[in-house]
Structures are given as structure tokens and as C-alpha cells.
DNA sequence: TTATAATATTCCCTTTACGGTATATTCCCT
DNA sequence: AGGGAATATACCGTAAAGGGAATATTATAA
């Protein structure tokens, strides 16, 4: 897992961005009015969430679209799904058994 | 969504301690041998993931065990849910239908 | 080609995060 | 009570992140 997919989302300017790119595509203009940040702040944001491979562009005429890529967002799920067994029913069985076992030595 | 959740996992270290902790609870001195970590930093890392409500402490004597929290896992598993439909097929066909819309004035 | 709109980059400054080291705390054991 | 193990906190120095403002780039239109 690439923490620089969390670094990215872990910027409450930039997880906004993201959240208003769900609706879907948006011009820098847009963002940085949506989000209040005035727009070189929008563009060094877009970069890192792009540097991450969280967002792509979409050229325009001089407009630039950016809009969510799906790749790190299966990277996520697949890793939470990872984390998921800690609290599946039958691991905390064994864990349970594994622990009693210890405590016979 | 709150993003220390994020900032949490955004480093490397605590990552791989989460990753630890998929196996089950830990002592510090486990995750700090297992991490490569000096003792503080472990102790650092754990209470920069225990304010982010992803680990909680289970003490024993003088020991401690870390375990993963389920909550903030499931709260990412629902914010990762409402990205997804930005590539559901349906919402992919509005997407157009609206863009087309657009381009006949 | 020049003016203008949209976006990106640079520079500076301040704040924050992280590692290292030392020290404090807590608990067990005798 | 005193010693030692396990863990937490404090302090310091450095490096990276982020905002602000100015400037550079790219594309369009006249």
C-alpha cells in the first residue's frame, strides 16, 4: 500500500476536492471557487492528489478538467478488505484457541 | 470524513504497524522490534494511531497490547462506497447525457 | 502578434512532523 | 521500600508541508 495515497487525502483541502470530484469532472476554477482556495493553492493541490494517482487531467482548450482516477480507490478497498479478517468471526476463534494453547505451556 | 484517519496512515512506519496489528494485538515492544522502530518512536506512533481512534490499548501488567479499531475502518469503507459511483455504468451514461445536453446551446 | 483567460510554478515565510536522546512513569517482584 | 522491565513523555534540532503573492506558461481570440 503507497502512503502517498493517505498524504494526499490527508489534507482537508485536498479530501474536499476530492469529495467534489465524485460528482465528477472540474475545471481548477471551479474547484478553487467551490472550495475557497484561491486558485495557485487549487493547482499545487491538484498536483499532489495527481503526483499521488489519485486525480487525472483532461485538456481543454486552455481548461483543464480533472477528474477521479479509480486505480487507488481499488488499491484502498483491497487493502481494508485486508484488514477486514482481524475481525472476521472465525479469525477471532482461532486467535482464541491460539491463546489458550499458549497459556498450556 | 475526518482526515486523521489519513494523516495516521500516511506514514510509512504506522502503516506498517497497522499492517502488524492484522495479525493481532501487539505489544510495544513487538511493533518496535518487528518495525525496526526505537521504543519512543514506537510509543510516538502508536499515540499519533490511537488519537485517530484506529488502535485502542489493552494493558496487562506493565505491558501493553495494541489492537486495531473496527470503527474508522468501516467509516473508510463507506467514504470509499460514496467515491465508487462515479464509476457506476448508470452514472457514467448521465454523465454524458448531461454533457451533451450542454453542447446544444 | 497582442491582449486576455485559465492554469502552473516559483519564492518566501511560518508551522508542523519526525527522529534522537534523555527522562519520567507505571507495574511487577523480592 | 527498592530494583528492573515496559512504556510514555519532554526537549531539541532538522526537514518537509502549506499558505500568500508574484510570475511564468499555454491557449484563445481579435
Known amino acids: 500500500m503507497d502512503t502517498s495515497i493517505f498524504a494526499a487525502l490527508a489534507?482537508?483541502?485536498?479530501?474536499?476536492?476530492?469529495?467534489?470530484?465524485?460528482?465528477?469532472?472540474?475545471t481548477v476554477g471551479a474547484i478553487a471557487i467551490q472550495t475557497g482556495l484561491?486558485?495557485?493553492?487549487?493547482?499545487?493541490?491538484?498536483?499532489?492528489?495527481?503526483?499521488?494517482?489519485?486525480?487525472e487531467v483532461q485538456r481543454d482548450a486552455n481548461k483543464r478538467y480533472y477528474k477521479l482516477r479509480q486505480e487507488p480507490f481499488l488499491e484502498m478497498e483491497a487493502w481494508l478488505?485486508?484488514?477486514?479478517?482481524?475481525?472476521?468471526e472465525r479469525f477471532d476463534r482461532l486467535d482464541h484457541y491460539l491463546k489458550e494453547l499458549q497459556g498450556k505451556d
Not at 11 to 26: C, K, Q, T
Not at 42 to 52: G, N, P, Q
Not at 81 to 88: F, G, Q
Open 11 to 26: 489534507e482537508p483541502s485536498r479530501l474536499r476536492i476530492i469529495e467534489l470530484l465524485r460528482e465528477g469532472p472540474l
Open 81 to 88: 478488505e485486508s484488514c477486514r479478517r482481524v475481525w472476521d
Open 38 to 55: 484561491r486558485q495557485p493553492q487549487a493547482s499545487k493541490h491538484l498536483r499532489v492528489l495527481s503526483d499521488a494517482g489519485l486525480v
